[in-house]
C-alpha cells in the first residue's frame, strides 16, 4: 500500500466517521441489538436504494440483494493489499458461520466500474466464498451506492491504467428489516467476528 494512499484513506475514514457516526450515535432504550453492538452506531443513516449490476451482467436493486443478513464491503479488485485482506476476513467470519448453521450473505462493491467489469468481479470473488456477490456497474450507479452508504473513494492521479484508489474500510451489516445496524472495522479478528454476527442474526429471528 503506497504512503498516499494510506494517508487519503485515513484522512477520509476521519472525515466520515466524524459525519456520519455523529448522526447515527445514538442507542434506543428499546434496541433488541444492544448486546450484540461493538459501536455506538444505531442505524438509519447508513444504506439505501441502489442499482447495480451483478456477476452475471444482470441489473439487480438493494431489494434483489439484501435478502437475509448481508455483509457489504466497498473496494476493488486491483487493490494491492487492503480489498483482498479484508475480503478474506469477512469471508473466514462467514465460513465460520457456515459451520454454525447461521447463514450471512457477503457482498463485494466496486468503486472502480471502469476496470471491474461483471466477469473482473466474478472471478476475484470466487477466490475468497462460493456466496460471495460482487457489484459493479455505471459510474454513477456505483457513486450513488456509495454516497447511500456514506463511504469514501477517490482515484488517484498517475498511471491512466495502474492507477490506485483511496477508499474507506468499513464493512457494514444489513439486515432486511432492519436496515443498517452495525460496521465493522478491519482490525476484527474473524472468529470475534462471526461471534458478533451471529449475535445479530439471532436477535433479529
Do not use: W
Not at 460471495?132 to 452508504?149: F, I, K, N, W
Amino acid at each position: 500500500m503506497s504512503k498516499a494512499l494510506a494517508i487519503g484513506a485515513t484522512v477520509g475514514i476521519a472525515a466520515l466517521v466524524g459525519v456520519t457516526f455523529a448522526v447515527t450515535s445514538f442507542l434506543k432504550p428499546d434496541d433488541k441489538f444492544a448486546q450484540c453492538r461493538q459501536s455506538q452506531a444505531a442505524g438509519g443513516a447508513i444504506g439505501g436504494p441502489f442499482t447495480l449490476v451483478n456477476e452475471d451482467g444482470v441489473e439487480v436493486t438493494d431489494q434483489d440483494v439484501i435478502t437475509s443478513p448481508t455483509l457489504v464491503y466497498f473496494g476493488y479488485t486491483f487493490c494491492p493489499d487492503i480489498c483482498p485482506m479484508d475480503n478474506m476476513r469477512n469471508a473466514q467470519a462467514i465460513y465460520e458461520l457456515d459451520d454454525r448453521g447461521v447463514e450471512v450473505q457477503p457482498v463485494f462493491i466496486t468503486i472502480d466500474p471502469a476496470r471491474d467489469t461483471p466477469e473482473v468481479m466474478k472471478e476475484f470473488t470466487e477466490n475468497f466464498h462460493e456466496r460471495m456477490l460482487g457489484l459493479t456497474g455505471t459510474e454513477e450507479q456505483v457513486a450513488a451506492a456509495s454516497q447511500a452508504y456514506k463511504t469514501y473513494y477517490a482515484k488517484q492521479d498517475g498511471d491512466p491504467e495502474y492507477y490506485l484508489v483511496d477508499h474507506s474500510t468499513f464493512t457494514y451489516l444489513m439486515l432486511p428489516e432492519e436496515g443498517f445496524v452495525d460496521f465493522f472495522r478491519r482490525e476484527m479478528e474473524p472468529e470475534e467476528m462471526a461471534d458478533v454476527l451471529q449475535c445479530f442474526v439471532e436477535a433479529a429471528t
